[in-house]
Structures are given as C-alpha cells and as structure tokens.
C-alpha cells in the first residue's frame, strides 16, 4: 500500500513563504510524476504544479510562475513545494498527487494537470495567507 503524506503547511501573510513537503512511503515505488493541487472553499480542485521523473519536466499554473518552484528527491521518494510572495489568492488546502504509470512522453505535460491521471493522494495540508 502506498501512503502519501503532506506537510509544512501554515499560516502566513501577504508576501511570505512556505514549502511544502510530500512524503511517499509504503511498498517499493516510483513515481513518475509527482504534483500538486490545491483547492479553496467553495472552488473546484485546481492544479498548481508537476514535476517528472528525470526533473527535466516541470509544468504549473499561470498564476504562481515565478513564485512557487517544485523539485524532488528520488532517493527519499519526496516532492516539495517552494512558495513565495504568497497572497491571499492562494489561500487553500494543498494536496500532493502521485502517479506511478508510465505515460508516453509524448503525452507527458499534458497530463500533468490532469487529476484524474494520477493514483495517489495525500490528505491535504491548509495554507493560510492573511493580508
């Protein structure tokens, strides 16, 4: 069974930082992509960020590009989430989202903001931006 846990959530104000952690433990695992979404009271799930395998894939949302960076380590089967200059917009639960098959490379920043293509989910961890 693989567990995937968030963490390093918190609250803070306008133009502060956070990084979030995604930890995935349990049976011998690989994840081909690794991301995040989040999702904000009364607003539908949204994609925020994706990192692949190799790293040389990374894709996110218009709205954080040159705020948030997304990286990973292999060897710990860990993804984080560097975010800065948070504003309030941003204000939501985070989840990390894992995906352990393989995709056609052809197809592979695409369906990094699909959340339906991924296997695994964390329970969530809240980020508050106050102003």
């Known amino acids: 069974q693989v567990q995937v846990v968030e963490s390093g959530g918190g609250s803070v104000q306008t133009g502060g930082s956070l990084r979030l952690t995604c930890a995935v433990s349990?049976?011998?695992?690989?994840?081909?992509?690794m991301g995040w979404f989040r999702q904000a009271p009364g607003k539908e799930r949204e994609f925020v960020a994706a990192?692949?395998?190799?790293?040389?894939?990374?894709k996110y949302l218009d709205s954080v590009k040159g705020r948030f960076t997304i990286s990973r380590d292999n060897d710990k089967n860990t993804a984080y989430l560097q975010m800065n200059s948070l504003k309030p917009d941003d204000t939501a639960v985070y989840f990390c989202?894992?995906?352990?098959?393989?995709?056609?490379?052809?197809?592979?920043?695409?369906?990094?903001?699909?959340?339906?293509?991924?296997?695994?989910w964390g329970q969530g961890t809240q980020v508050t931006v106050s102003s």
């Open positions: 989202a894992v995906r352990e098959r393989v995709i056609n490379p052809a197809h592979l920043v695409a369906y990094m903001g699909l959340g339906h293509e991924y296997d695994y």
């Open positions: 349990g049976r011998t695992f690989s994840a081909y992509i």
């Open positions: 990192i692949s395998w190799s790293a040389n894939h990374r």
